[in-house]
């Protein structure tokens, strides 16, 4: 494993070996179901956006503004356009963190997540970070995806 080569295990590394499946070794035929049940996903995934007639997709890319290097744990947004193999860009927006924003005092977490992402705000410091958006196309159409940035680089007054 990692701590048997000596190399640093860093914050994120952590945070995802500590929810990781204890799969083991893999033959041939496991690998192959595994990768069949991908591909169905990919497939439904595919599917799902025919029939919505999607092109691209605009959201967030984070819970909240950029943070600091290392306390991005929450890649859901992000991660689930890797599965399905979909090309995607992060890009910021104008709207940016303000000096003296905080939680309503009487905020009370949803979630043990819902509680880290407030620690997280209230231990750093996020004045001047910017919240960014994802734009994500279906897997194969890069050019749709860099055509919907050409627009939101206007729209959103970007270099």
């Not at 179901?33 to 595919?46: E, P, T």
């Not at 605009?58 to 290097?69: E, N, Q």
């Not at 910017?130 to 729209?155: S, T």
Request: net charge negative; glycine share 6%; aromatic share 10%.
């Amino acid at each position: 494993g990692i701590a048997s080569s000596g190399e640093p295990v860093h914050p994120l590394t952590e945070w995802i070996l500590k929810d990781a499946e204890p799969f083991g070794m893999h033959t041939a035929l496991d690998l192959t179901l595994l990768h069949k049940q991908r591909d169905d996903f990919r497939l439904a995934f595919a599917k799902s956006w025919n029939d919505q007639d999607v092109d691209v997709v605009i959201g967030p890319s984070f819970v909240g503004p950029a943070c600091a290097h290392d306390t991005a744990f929450y890649w859901s947004y992000t991660s689930l356009y890797n599965l399905v193999d979909y090309p995607g860009v992060v890009i910021p927006t104008p709207i940016r963190a303000e000096s003296g924003e905080q939680y309503d005092k009487d905020y009370i977490p949803l979630s043990d997540a819902c509680l880290r992402v407030k620690q997280l705000w209230e231990g750093g410091d996020f004045v001047g970070a910017p919240v960014n958006l994802q734009v994500v196309a279906r897997r194969h159409h890069d050019n749709e995806l860099f055509g919907a940035l050409q627009i939101l680089k206007h729209i959103l007054d970007l270099p």
